[in-house]
């Protein structure tokens, strides 16, 4: 079985200055993919970023990128020029895929709050 | 587009009741998830449909069940609520098993 830990339940932030999230996880699979994802207050579920584990390149999706270091099974968010609009609870998650038994579902984390205080 | 769209968005139910929670996925998507919320947690698969089979299923009671329609769009059924049932309940829609997952705003389910 997959799981991902999210060790901060609480962050905060200036405006305009760059915060790190940080996620760990365990699996025996070898083909998967791993996102982040933001939930609003409005509760909607939104795709922030996502890596592919044969890929070794890190994602960036303009102001947000990863740090993903598959042997370390770690994959920390970081956020540059924090707004406001990205107040949130952030979600780690992953998906296996090639057969596995994780295959197609998302297994969440415990999710980290982030308030961008102005 | 609608995107993906869930309905009701709040339901009250008394302990023992039935509940049917409904979804319809994002034009073009053939695959729905369900999930389930508690407070301050992170969400938890209860099960995945594909061309109208239950695909994977996470470890939930056989209370709780499904279906899927030709159009795609989908139903979660609860049966003998239990307070312990009280979470939001999201539904997810994709174009296929593993790719990018869409949520909607999910229902939130309370049994009193």
């Known amino acids: 079985a997959q799981t991902v830990t999210q060790s901060q339940p609480e962050m905060s932030v200036q405006e305009a200055e760059t915060v790190t999230l940080s996620c760990t996880y365990d699996t025996s699979e070898s083909n998967y993919y791993l996102f982040w994802y933001k939930q609003p207050p409005s509760r909607q579920m939104i795709l922030v970023i996502r890596q592919e584990a044969y890929k070794q390149q890190n994602a960036t999706e303009n102001r947000f990128s990863v740090n993903f270091q598959k042997a370390a099974k770690s994959f920390s968010l970081k956020i540059s020029d924090s707004q406001l609009g990205d107040t949130a609870m952030y979600f780690c998650a992953f998906q296996g895929y090639a057969g596995g038994t994780s295959y197609g579902k998302l297994t969440f984390g415990q999710g980290t709050i982030l308030t961008v205080h102005p | 587009d609608a995107g993906v769209t869930q309905s009701p968005t709040h339901l009250i139910k008394t302990r023992g009741q039935q509940v049917t929670l409904r979804c319809s996925p994002k034009s073009g998507h053939d695959t729905v998830s369900w999930y389930q919320q508690a407070l301050g947690q992170g969400p938890q698969f209860i099960f995945q449909?594909?061309?109208?089979?239950?695909?994977q299923r996470g470890n939930f009671p056989d209370r709780f069940s499904g279906h899927q329609f030709p159009n795609y769009s989908s139903e979660l059924n609860v049966n003998a609520l239990l307070l312990g049932d009280s979470a939001l309940y999201l539904c997810a829609s994709s174009p296929a098993l593993i790719e990018e997952a869409f949520f909607g705003q999910g229902t939130r389910l309370t049994v009193v």
């Open positions: 449909y594909y061309e109208e089979e239950e695909r």
